[in-house]
C-alpha cells in the first residue's frame, strides 16, 4: 500500500545514526544487519570501495587502514571543509559523508520493508542554525529522498516519551550526552503545541572525547614507556603512522569505556595491535578502574551540568516547574553521569533506550505528517472501479473525529443510493452504511483507538 504519510524517522547523530518506521500504531526500529545502531562512518579503501556504518568502523582497528576512515563529520556540518581519505585520494564534504549514513539508513530500510523510503523526518540538534540544517537538508537529497522534513532533537525526545499525551501545559528538560555533542533544552507544551523554549550545548563534548581521556591518561603514557614511540600524538601535524596508531588505541579506549558501565574494573589485552618505531610489537595490556576513569571524565561531565543549571537559571522557569528530565545519547549510560543528573532533584526519565528515543519519536512525528500530493504516486482506477477519497486529522486528541469523504465511479461522483462502510482494522467499530449526497460526498465521525492508530 502506497504511503500517504511520512512514517519514517531517522537519528542522524555525530558517532551513531537509527532508523525507525511507524506502522499500524507500532513504532520499530529497524535493524542495519544485527544491530539496531549504525556508527556514522565512512571509509574508502584505495581503490574507491565503499563501507559505511560498521564495517567501516571496524577499520578504525587497524593503523593501516584507520586513516582512509571519516566520523564525527556532523561536528561541521554547513561549513566549507572537505574531508580525505588517505590512500584514495578522495575528499567529500561532510553532508555528502552524511548521505552516505543516510543511504545505508534507507537500504536497511528497504531490506526491512521491501521498498526504501522516499519521505523521512530527519533529527538536527537544538543548536543548529540555517548552514547546519541546509546541509543537513541537501544530505537527504543526496541520499535519495525525495521530501524530508527537519525536526530538533529534543523534541523527538519528548514526543518518544508522550509529551502532547495527558496535559495543556508542563515543561521537560531533555539531557542530550551524545557521542560527539552534548546539547540540553527545556522543551515546554502550551495550548498543544510543543517547543523548544531554550537550549544550550557544547559540540566538542561527548563520548568521543571520554574516549581520548582513557588514551591520553592511561593508555597512551603506559605505551611510551613500555615501547619505542617516537610521539605517539592525535596532532594533525603528527607522522600519518602515528596517527593511524592513535585511532586504533581510541576505538580500544570506547570499549574499555562502556565496560565500566557495568563493571567496577576492566583487565584488557590484545595482541599486536600495531608495531613499534623499531618493528616490536606491541600489545595492549592493563587494568583500569571505574574511579580512575571517572577522575577522567568528571571534568567534562560537571561541565554538562553546569551547562544544565545555567540553562534552568536563564530560562527563569524554577526547577520545581520542570516536569521531567529526559536522558538521551549513549554517554547517559556512564554511572556517573546519572549520578550527577539524578543530584539535580528533577525526576528522570530513563525508560526508553537513550541510543533509539530520538529516532522513535521522529517516526511518531512523522506518522502525523502528510507526503505532499505533488510526490504522491498516481492512483490508476480501472473502469467500472469505485474511488474513495477521505479528508481528516492525521493525529486528533479527540478519540471520535470527524471524517468527510467522497466517492467516485469512473471519474464521476457516485449517484445518489451509493452507501459507503468504513470500519477500523481491529473490527472493533463500524460505521454501518452511510449514503452519500447528490456530489458524492458523505460525512460522518468514526471512533478510533486511544493513543493509537485505526
Known amino acids: 500500500m502506497e504511503r500517504t504519510t511520512v512514517d ?16 499500524g500504531g507500532n513504532i520499530e526500529t529497524i535493524k542495519n ?15 574507491g570501495t565503499k563501507r559505511v556504518g560498521l564495517e567501516a568502523a571496524e577499520m578504525l582497528s587497524r593503523p593501516t587502514t584507520a586513516l582512509d ?20 585520494g578522495k575528499s567529500m564534504s561532510p553532508e555528502e559523508l552524511s548521505a552516505e549514513v543516510l543511504i545505508a539508513l534507507r537500504q536497511a530500510a528497504g531490506s526491512r520493508l521491501g521498498s526504501e523510503p522516499g519521505a523521512a523526518v530527519i533529527t538536527v540538534p537544538a543548536m543548529f542554525e540555517l548552514p547546519q540544517n541546509g546541509a543537513t537538508a541537501e544530505a537527504a537529497k543526496l541520499a535519495g529522498f525525495r521530501h524530508s522534513q527537519l525536526l530538533q532533537e529534543p523534541v523527538a525526545a519528548a514526543v518518544a516519551y508522550g509529551f502532547q499525551g495527558d496535559t ?9 550526552y551524545g557521542g560527539g555533542t552534548f546539547d540540553a533544552s ?5 495550548d498543544g503545541q510543543l517547543t523548544v523554549v531554550k537550549h544550550a550545548g557544547d559540540n566538542y563534548l561527548g563520548g568521543a572525547d571520554l574516549d581520548w581521556k582513557v588514551v591520553d591518561e592511561s593508555i597512551r603514557p603506559a605505551l611510551m614507556q613500555a615501547y619505542s614511540l617516537k610521539s605517539l600524538s592525535r596532532s594533525p601535524k603528527a607522522r600519518d603512522v602515528d596517527r593511524g596508531r592513535m585511532l586504533v588505541l581510541k576505538r580500544f579506549a570506547e570499549t574499555i569505556k562502556k565496560r565500566l558501565s557495568t563493571s567496577e574494573e576492566v583487565e584488557y589485552f590484545e595482541e599486536n595491535v600495531f608495531v613499534d618505531d623499531d618493528g ?6 592493563g587494568r583500569i578502574t571505574r574511579a580512575e576513569f571517572e577522575a577522567y571524565a568528571a571534568p567534562s561531565v560537571d561541565h554538562s551540568i553546569k551547562i544544565v543549571q545555567k540553562l534552568i537559571e536563564e530560562s527563569g522557569i524554577p526547577k520545581a516547574s520542570l516536569d521531567r528530565f529526559l536522558l538521551v545519547g549513549g554517554s547517559t549510560f556512564i554511572p556517573l553521569v546519572r549520578q550527577r543528573t539524578a543530584a539535580l532533584g528533577i525526576p528522570i526519565g530513563m525508560e526508553l533506550d537513550p541510543m533509539t528515543v530520538v529516532s522513535r519519536g521522529a517516526a511518531i512525528f512523522a506518522s502525523s505528517q502528510r507526503i505532499p500530493a505533488s510526490l504522491a504516486k498516481p492512483i490508476v482506477v480501472a473502469v467500472g472501479a469505485a474511488k474513495l477519497q477521505l479528508e481528516f486529522e492525521v493525529v486528533v486528541r479527540d478519540t471520535e473525529p470527524f471524517v468527510g469523504g467522497k466517492v467516485e465511479i469512473d471519474g464521476k461522483p457516485a449517484p445518489l443510493g451509493t452507501v459507503v462502510s468504513l470500519r477500523r482494522s481491529d473490527k472493533g467499530w463500524s460505521s454501518g452504511d452511510i449514503q452519500v449526497d447528490s456530489k458524492g460526498m458523505f460525512f460522518t465521525s468514526v471512533k478510533i483507538m486511544d493513543k493509537g492508530q485505526s
Not at 495543556?168 to 542530550?176: F, I, K, M, N, S
Request: charged share 25%; hydrophobic share 40%; net charge neutral.
Open 69 to 88: 576512515v571519516q566520523a564525527e563529520f556532523k561536528r561541521v556540518m554547513g561549513q566549507r571543509v572537505t574531508h580525505e581519505f588517505k590512500s584514495s
Open 168 to 176: 495543556e501545559r508542563a515543561y521537560w528538560l531533555v539531557y542530550d
Open 33 to 47: 544487519g544485527l544491530s539496531e545502531i549504525t556508527p556514522s562512518v565512512v571509509y574508502f579503501d584505495k581503490r
Open 186 to 190: 527545556i522543551v515546554a507544551i502550551r
Open 8 to 23: 519514517f524517522g531517522i537519528d542522524l547523530g555525530t558517532t551513531n545514526s537509527v532508523i525507525s518506521v511507524s506502522q
Open 280 to 285: 616490536k610489537q606491541v600489545d595492549l595490556e
